[in-house]
């Protein structure tokens, strides 16, 4: 039985108790990694092999310590390494070292996180940023092991992705309980504020933050709540068209391996001269980091030639995508979440059973296609949103500066000549024929607003019945009239 709760880290239940396993278990794990990583550069470099996707290591740690392992004041504990020599691989695929790597875990104490999610996971960051270590349920962590040769094809093809990327899977066997631990990359920085943070699935069914995740320093939000409080994050055209490539390219993978009810998590830091003064001092830490395609910025470049970038010098972007919201200047850091969901038949009798109360296209459960579909469409639409070429603006501009120029010429007219180009201006037909009059009796006003809007409608739709039934009471006469003298005939 996996234990990814507090409860479930012991058995007595007492206060007392809970605060002392969670310290020790903050320091098994870094001792447990430290010596696999340590164990395992001893070893060849090699090219890696199907079976090394399903190896499994496994090394006991007692307290006293042993002829292999070091003493330690925690409990004793055993360790299994999962797929050692594969995740070795890709930790050199994004150029993390096995001396950076044990630095970022061992060297400071980790962090815990809140979680914001409906799961009774842990999550832990490292003091640099880099990484975040997440407890994981036994199924979960099979399905990883089962995703691993395919996922990480993938992901070596096409390492700039926003696909969550996995360094490492362990599990921790101490006091009867299994802990099983993913090691992945961190997708919102510490050191740089987060103003606001979504976690975005596409769905509307109970997708609002509870009152209780609301009432905390830094809230997660949900789907309602974006809609409710923000019109949408707004890109230049390139950076909004590689955005998109990649959460398309992404998504397919994830439908590939039939893996649905994944989220995008969204972090929005607002600029303006306080807060960029402010970041300065933090910039130094975020461009700091040593792994490689880490940052979202670096996520999507390189989408528009195929070809991949070099990375953009981030002194200004700290690793964010530069985005507007009205006259905001924004940051956004953002990575999909949450992959280790597959659409199984307990997902399938939940969505069923949902789609019986609710609306079925609405609830977050749903098939890996029509998921994918739902959430890109929702990011596209919605969350994501491209900024329309100055042509407009200057258009928009051209057209202001025509109707100051109107307006001050219209003082020196004549009342009749005034209410004649108002007429003008008014009609539809004058916008494509410049050169039209008044003379035309069938030109109206247009509606100012929506009550006049379906007015204006109403009075067309009864001037148009009006019309038919007088052309039908006039062919009915026309027609008595031309067969009355062939009755009489007969």
Known sequence: MATTTTESGGTSGSKDYKKPTAAALKGAIQLGIGYAVGNLTSKPDRDVLMQDFYMVESVFLPSEGSNMTPA?????????????????????LFGIKADDYLYSICNEPLIELSNPGASSSWFYLTSDDEFIIKTVQHKEA??????????????????????????????????????RLVVMNNVLPRALKMHYKYDLKGSTYKRHASRKERAKSSPTFK??????????????????????????????????????????????????????????????????????????????QGEGDGKVAEPVADD???????????????????????????????????????????????VSVHRPGFYADRFLNFMGGTVFKKIHPLRGASSKRKRSS???????????????????????????????RPLSS???????????????????????????????????????DWWQKMTSPIQQHH
């Open 316 to 362: 200004n972007t700290m690793g964010g995508i530069p985005a507007k919201h009205k006259d905001e200047k924004l940051l956004i850091f953002l990575g999909i979440i949450d992959i280790l969901q597959s659409y199984r038949l307990i997902k399938k009798m939940e969505h069923s059973w949902k789609a019986l109360v609710h609306d079925g296209d609405t």
């Open 223 to 300: 789907d309602l709540d974006f809609q409710e409080m923000l019109e949408g994050l707004h890109f230049d055209g390139d950076t909004y068209s590689a955005l998109m490539k990649t959460l398309q390219r992404d998504c397919r993978v994830l439908e590939s391996f039939k893996i649905m009810d994944y989220s995008l998590l969204l972090g929005v830091h607002v600029l303006d001269k306080s807060l960029e003064r402010g970041a300065r001092g933090d910039s130094k830490r975020l461009n700091s980091q040593r792994v490689l395609y880490s940052t979202a910025l670096e996520s999507i």
């Open 438 to 476: 008044s003379k035309h009796p069938d030109l109206v006003t247009l509606p100012k607003n929506i009550k006049q809007a379906v007015s204006f409608s109403s009075s067309a739709l009864q001037t148009i019945k009006k019309d038919l039934e007088e052309h039908l009471e006039n062919s009915e």
């Open 142 to 179: 099979e399905f990883l092991q089962k995703l691993l040769p395919g996922y990480y094809m993938n992901l070596n093809q096409n390492p700039r992705t926003l696909l969550p990327k996995f360094y490492g899977l362990y599990c921790i066997q101490c006091a009867g309980v299994n802990i």
């Open 402 to 432: 025509i109707h100051a120029m109107r307006s001050a010429s219209q003082e020196v007219l004549s009342p009749q000549k005034e209410e004649k180009d108002e007429r003008k201006a008014q009609s539809m037909e004058c916008l494509d």
């Open 72 to 92: 330690h004041h925690f409990p004793d504990f055993r360790l299994k390494t999962y797929a050692p020599l594969a995740f070795r691989y890709f930790r050199e």
